[in-house]
């Protein structure tokens, strides 16, 4: 019998509400101090099962110990650090279900790839069978695209191929939590690119949680899934790349998180989501706001780079500028701009979109402009 419009009896049918599944970490009001030195302080973070979260700040901002208390390298001194469910506040790293990968890597210089990898193998209790060990280390090797590599020693490796390593020792222990401690940092800005879609794509195959720390925002914009973006021992914003790209809560967040010219001045008007803001010179802007933000409030605009296009002539709205500087970057060419109240602004022409600008040199004039909503209305910091 068909039941019609899912009612049962006299009571309409309620569909179960689908649970969210459980965090495979979480910092809950955690605090790290170093005497009177305040690293971390009252941090709450939920990390997802699978999912590719980075911290993203300045050196000190705290997110080198907001990793090591994950790691069970630091003990907070107040707050839970919390795995699968367990409090591991005070457990010894070896004893959580996490790996880590250094900035140097850590290998032992003395063993080979193999011997290298399967040594965490080898230390667990009740012990694992050698056969066991050289097939995990087999499939470790395969997973990093070092098949065949067992025997070389770790001194006969290129910097990439040492990296790789360093990730098959972590992965062969089959960790639910995969700590990345700036892991390309050491290599030259080419390979550190290949590593990076290298890592994308090793997250997606092993379907591990993996926390990276990292003061590269390209290498966190290009990774992450999520960012927690860092300041003097807080997270002062999450979000994705794309949230925290187009929608960041402050300037310094703006700032941090790609390049933006900002502009000061003064919040004369807000209308929902909407302000008006006042510039040094008396030009005022309608644009979205972010933060909080009150009328009369000092504050800035935000205009990223690429939103700024360049002409020829004059209208009434466009600002009037003399260029400062010219660099060819192949997919786009970047122009330092002179305008005389709101000084030197940065543009991004993509290269389509240059023609008729490639003439443009040191000391010409130009005139720009920007459409409203791809502005944004920040606090001042």
Request: proline share 5%; aromatic share 6%.
């Amino acid at each position: 019998m068909l039941i019609s419009n899912m009612d049962i009896g006299n009571e309409a049918y309620t569909e179960p509400a689908t649970l969210a599944p459980a965090p495979i970490a979480e910092l809950n009001e955690v605090s790290k101090s170093f005497g009177t030195v305040q690293a971390v302080s009252d941090m709450n973070l939920s990390i997802a099962q699978g999912e590719f979260l980075s911290f993203l700040g300045p050196s000190g901002c705290g997110k080198t110990t907001a990793l090591r208390m994950l790691a069970g390298f630091e003990t907070p001194t107040t707050g839970n650090v919390l795995i699968d469910g367990s409090d591991v506040s005070s457990l010894e790293p070896y004893k959580r279900p996490v790996n880590m990968v250094f900035q140097s890597y850590a290998l032992f210089p003395h063993l080979t790839v193999g011997r290298n990898i399967g040594y965490g193998l080898k230390q667990r209790r009740p012990k694992i069978d050698q056969k066991k060990i050289n097939e995990k280390v087999a499939h470790a090797l395969a997973t990093v695209r070092l098949s065949g590599f067992e025997d070389r020693r770790i001194w006969e490796m290129s910097g990439g191929q040492q990296q790789r390593v360093a990730l098959a020792r972590a992965i062969v222990n089959e960790p639910k939590l995969l700590l990345l401690d700036e892991p390309l940092a050491a290599l030259d800005r080419k390979l550190r690119k290949e590593m990076q879609i290298e890592l994308q794509d090793l997250q997606r195959d092993l379907g591990i949680t993996f926390v990276l720390v990292t003061h590269d925002q390209e290498e966190a914009l290009s990774l992450s899934d999520r960012i927690c973006v860092m300041r003097a021992g807080r997270i002062v914003q999450t979000g994705t790349p794309q949230e925290l790209y187009d929608q960041p809560n402050s300037r310094y967040v703006a700032d941090f998180v790609g390049t933006s010219n900002f502009f000061g001045g003064v919040v004369d008007q807000i209308s929902g989501s909407t302000g008006a803001i006042t510039l040094q010179g008396g030009r005022t802007y309608k644009s979205p706001l972010s933060g909080t933000i009150s009328v009369g409030n000092d504050a800035c605009l935000s205009v990223r780079p690429e939103q700024i296009r360049l002409h020829f002539s004059q209208t009434q709205e466009r600002l009037q500028g003399t260029v400062l500087n010219r660099i060819f970057l192949g997919e786009h060419t970047e122009y330092l701009i002179r305008e005389e109240r709101l000084g030197n602004i940065t543009v991004l022409a993509p290269r389509q979109s240059d023609e008729g600008l490639s003439n443009l040199g040191t000391g010409d004039t130009v005139y720009m402009d920007w459409s409203p909503e791809s502005a944004l209305i920040l606090p001042k910091d």
